[in-house]
């Protein structure tokens, strides 16, 4: 069982930055698959990144088209946290975020659907005024 938190939303003007946390409970959080996920209102829950570990040392990221460039996820394995860098931050990226993870290394192939993922944070509101 992986406990999940979030933190470091807020509300930020266009153009600013946020940093995103996610401090994960349990053991072995570096063999766990971990992803972040946005819903703005009205809207699907939608992929935003994920960072998962071929081994204690070496990982990798992706990130969906719409925040390539801007966003950046990386992950503190000794920390038990995943972390969302955004910046160039846009109206259209308010949004509820969520983290989220699976059981799992990685293999080659990137977990990109809600469907994949076991557990997931409470998440955190972002909101980028215009």
């Known amino acids: 069982q992986v406990q999940l938190v979030e933190s470091g939303g807020g509300l930020v003007q266009a153009g600013g930055s946020l940093r995103l946390s996610c401090a994960a409970s349990g053991r072995a959080f570096s063999s766990y698959m971990m992803g972040w996920f946005r819903q703005a209102p009205g809207k699907e829950r939608e992929f935003v990144a994920t960072i998962a570990c071929a081994d204690d040392r070496t990982c990798y990221a992706d990130h969906a088209d719409s925040v390539k460039g801007r966003f950046t996820g990386s992950r503190d394995n000794a920390a038990n946290t995943v972390y969302l860098q955004m910046n160039s931050l846009k109206p259209e990226d308010t949004a509820v975020y969520y983290c989220?993870?699976?059981?799992?290394?990685?293999?080659?192939?990137?977990?990109?659907?809600?469907?994949?993922?076991?557990?997931w944070g409470q998440g955190t509101q972002v909101t980028v005024s215009s």
């Open positions: 989220a993870a699976r059981p799992g290394r990685f293999s080659g192939y990137y977990y990109t659907r809600l469907s994949q993922y076991d557990y």
